[in-house]
């Protein structure tokens, strides 16, 4: 072998370096990207993020499936068109890449800064769990909240509250339906004369003598 085929070996495995080289560093690029969902196939569990863009056009990943709760506590929370998400693809191969959440922007923000705390919210809906309490809100009108100590049920100007031993109404009317029993024994029971009232507006009641 002269020497200028030697060169021409050299330069074409040179050129096959490079084009391994090129190869890796675009495995690499595409191991970690981040973007907003642009698409979401709830029924099919996946979706596409915006990875850049080209002449002025976003330009989307495939779809890929998102990260849920799969195990014996199961959770169905598809991404939303906007979300931030983080794709990661082994080797940079999109058909084992799958998109996971956890990670803020300026239009989807922390619905809470507290430590101690954690706060899940959907639409108007909000919960709020901590280590001796557990409270759901509807747009701030309906709230359910559970301590140690107490339930409380809230609506408006209404208040249900069980304590321990006891269980308060509060409301400006206050409707029951259907017969009611009051003062038995024991739950269930619908033994008399107590107080009995008859459905509708009360036609007879009996009060216990003794």
């Given amino acids: 072998m ?3 085929d030697r060169i021409a070996n050299l330069e074409e495995e040179l050129t096959r370096l490079l084009m391994r080289v090129a190869e890796l560093e675009r495995k690499q690029d595409n191991t970690i990207r981040h973007g907003k969902v642009t698409d979401v196939d709830a029924k099919k569990h996946l979706a596409r993020i915006e990875i850049g863009e080209r002449d002025g056009t976003p330009l989307k990943s495939a779809w890929v ?20 998400m983080t794709m990661f693809a082994p080797n940079g191969e999109a058909r084992q890449a799958v998109l996971l ?3 803020w ?10 430590p101690d705390e954690h706060v899940t919210t959907f639409g108007k809906l909000k919960i709020v769990e901590k280590a001796d309490s557990y409270t759901i809100s509807i747009d701030d ?13 809230k609506f408006g100007s209404a208040e249900v509250e069980i304590v321990d031993g006891k269980v308060n109404v509060t409301a400006p009317t206050v409707s029951v339906a259907g ?6 024994r024991d739950k269930g029971r619908t033994e008399g004369p107590v107080i009995i009232t008859d459905g509708g507006p009360a036609e007879r ?4 003598v003794g």
């Fill in 65 to 84: 499936p998102y990260g849920q709760f799969a195990g014996a506590y199961k959770a169905h929370r598809p991404p939303t068109v906007g979300q931030q």
């Fill in 101 to 103: 959440p956890m990670t």
């Fill in 105 to 114: 922007s300026d239009q989807n923000k922390s619905p809470s800064d507290q």
């Fill in 179 to 184: 017969a009611t029993y009051i003062g038995q």
């Fill in 141 to 153: 009108k309906a709230t359910l909240s559970l301590t140690t100590s107490a339930a409380t049920l």
């Fill in 205 to 208: 009641a009996y009060a216990k």
């Fill in 2 to 4: 002269d020497f200028w």
